[in-house]
Structure formats: C-alpha cells, structure tokens
C-alpha cells in the first residue's frame, strides 16, 4: 500500500504497485518477458496511432535521458 511519504510514481495506484512489486520478486527471465510484451504493446499503439518513432529517434532520446540522469540505473525497472 501507498503511504504519504511515498515517492515512487506507481505507489499511487494500489493495484499497480503490487503489480510492480510482484515483477520486481520475479525471476530475470520473467521480468524480460514483460518488458518485451510493453514494448510490444507500445509499437503496435504507435503503429495504429501513426506516430510511430525510428529506432533511431528512440536511441537519440534515451541516450539524451540517459546523458541527463547521472545515476540512470538507481531502480531495478531501469535496466
């Protein structure tokens, strides 16, 4: 559960916080699985949206968030 203190982005919605809590417990492979169905899910909105990015663009942003952050891999999910 959330409490006031809380930081993390997802501690607001109850049900989304176990559900990370649970993919944080689950082995790597796991955890791969998911990450790979969110990006796919992500494409195929970009694809019927139209607003499909390059790979290229993609890299160009993370690598930008990435210059920006100092510590761009402090949580589990990052990586």
Do not use: F, G
Request: aromatic share 8%.
């Amino acid at each position: 559960m959330s409490s006031p203190k809380s930081q993390r982005w997802y501690d607001q919605d109850p049900v989304l916080c176990q559900a990370l809590e649970s993919l944080r417990q689950a082995c790597d492979k796991y955890q791969a699985q998911v990450a790979l169905n969110i990006i796919m899910i992500i494409v195929e909105h970009q694809i019927e949206t139209r607003t499909l990015n390059s790979v290229d663009d993609l890299v160009n942003t993370l690598q930008s968030s990435q210059e920006q952050t100092q510590e761009y891999y402090r949580r589990w999910y990052d990586v």
